[in-house]
């Protein structure tokens, strides 16, 4: 055996689901199997060099990174778990990539499965490090597993993931899932922390596929997948904010706790709510009505600044003026909303809800005019 299946096969979460299965020979072999398929390698140099090839894709975000310095210090100070809000297919190339522009190791990062079918899945396998998830899975041999696995793979690597589980599809930050925070906590490592991030863009690439599901039913294959964000990638522009938060000691958590588990998840998750950047196309989102004349609509921007501002949000534009000028030309290219006859008229009401919905989380109830 090699020092990862040794070590993994050593862990007590296994040797109890072992001992405790009528038939331990089929239940190794459950577990060696799942842990092949878990099994991933990063190949920095290479990784590093994606970057050139994906450049058509990569020269249409800009990337944005906030409050970097507290990437540094959780590094400098031991094991990382990074934590992130999860919007589109493009937030597994740019936040690793925002990380490493702060001079940040890279992680293994935690991506669902469906990512890793034909020559993409073995550049993920082999050279970014990625880690395939059976998302909804409730086989307890390959919940161990993984719990093992990533226990066992923090001695030597830090680890990114996206608690929500999958995207959001219909623009709001989701309620964590518990299963990894409780993997990284079985580590027992001393000193780790989890850095809470958050992602934001102007513009989601794949947001009109987004919206129109709203909910996630079913799981479509990548290569459909990725053919709809080339269809939608023509004309596209955008920020991409990527936020740091202060690192969360983890000594205080008890893996083996329900409520621990789901009290760290639940105050991670506040965290990126708090990080999440306030941009001026979800502000003019959550402002919009089906028809809207220009002074209407600033004064219900007005107001929604005004209950942002006041929450202490992560804002990225301050006034009315600033979100018409910088939101409606983007939203108006991409069908979204169209101005005619001095009135602004929404042509894409899916998408346009989906973009106010990010905001949710930040505005009170009665401030939530979408």
């Known amino acids: 055996m090699d020092d990862i299946t040794e070590a993994v096969l050593n862990r007590d979460e296994v040797a109890r689901y072992l001992a405790g299965n009528g038939d331990a020979a089929q239940a190794r072999a459950r577990i060696l199997e799942y842990l092949e398929e878990l099994r991933t390698t990063q190949r920095y140099e290479l990784y590093r060099a994606l970057e050139y090839p994906l450049y058509p894709i990569l020269r249409k975000i800009e990337r944005v990174g906030e409050q970097t310095e507290h990437a540094v210090q959780a590094t400098a100070q031991g094991r990382v778990v990074w934590a992130s809000n999860h919007r589109s297919h493009t937030d597994y190339l740019v936040e690793p990539l925002v990380l490493d522009d702060a001079g940040v190791r890279p992680p293994i990062i935690a991506a669902g499965i469906n990512l890793f079918g034909g020559p993409l899945g073995l550049i993920h396998k082999h050279v970014t490090g990625a880690l395939p998830i059976r998302r909804n899975t409730k086989d307890p041999a390959y919940l161990i597993t993984l719990k093992a696995y990533v226990g066992t793979l923090l001695h030597t690597h830090d680890l990114f993931f996206y608690p929500e589980g999958g995207r959001s599809y219909s623009g709001e930050l989701k309620n964590p899932?518990?299963?990894?925070?409780?993997?990284?906590?079985?580590?027992?490592?001393?000193?780790?922390?989890?850095?809470p991030v958050a992602i934001a863009y102007?513009?989601?690439?794949?947001?009109?596929?987004?919206?129109?599901?709203?909910?996630?039913?079913?799981?479509?294959?990548?290569?459909?997948?990725?053919?709809?964000?080339?269809?939608?990638?023509?004309?596209?522009?955008?920020?991409?904010?990527?936020?740091?938060?202060?690192?969360?000691?983890?000594?205080?958590?008890?893996?083996?706790?329900?409520?621990?588990v789901l009290d760290l998840a639940q105050r991670v998750q506040r965290e990126i709510?708090?990080?999440?950047?306030?941009?001026?196309?979800?502000v003019l989102a959550a402002a919009m009505r089906p028809s809207i004349e220009k002074a209407d609509l600033e004064s219900r921007i007005t107001a929604i600044l005004d209950t942002l501002g006041a929450t202490g949000a992560n804002m990225?534009?301050?006034?009315?003026?600033?979100?018409?000028a910088s939101a409606v030309e983007p939203l108006e290219t991409r069908g979204i909303i169209v101005l005619e006859q001095g009135r602004y008229r929404v042509r894409e009401r899916n998408v346009?809800?989906?973009?106010a919905r990010s905001l949710q989380h930040l505005l009170t109830p009665a401030g939530a005019t979408h």
Do not use: W
Request: glycine letters at 8%; one cysteine or more.
């Open 316 to 324: 990225g534009v301050r006034t009315a003026r600033d979100v018409l």
């Open 352 to 355: 346009l809800r989906y973009y």
């Open 202 to 260: 102007d513009l989601v690439l794949e947001d009109h596929v987004l919206a129109r599901q709203k909910v996630k039913r079913r799981q479509r294959a990548f290569s459909r997948e990725l053919a709809e964000m080339v269809r939608y990638a023509v004309g596209y522009r955008s920020r991409a904010f990527v936020t740091f938060g202060r690192p969360i000691a983890l000594d205080g958590y008890d893996g083996e706790s329900r409520r621990s």
């Open 177 to 195: 899932k518990t299963g990894l925070f409780s993997a990284c906590l079985g580590a027992n490592l001393p000193g780790m922390s989890i850095v």
């Open 273 to 282: 709510g708090r990080q999440y950047k306030v941009l001026p196309t979800a």
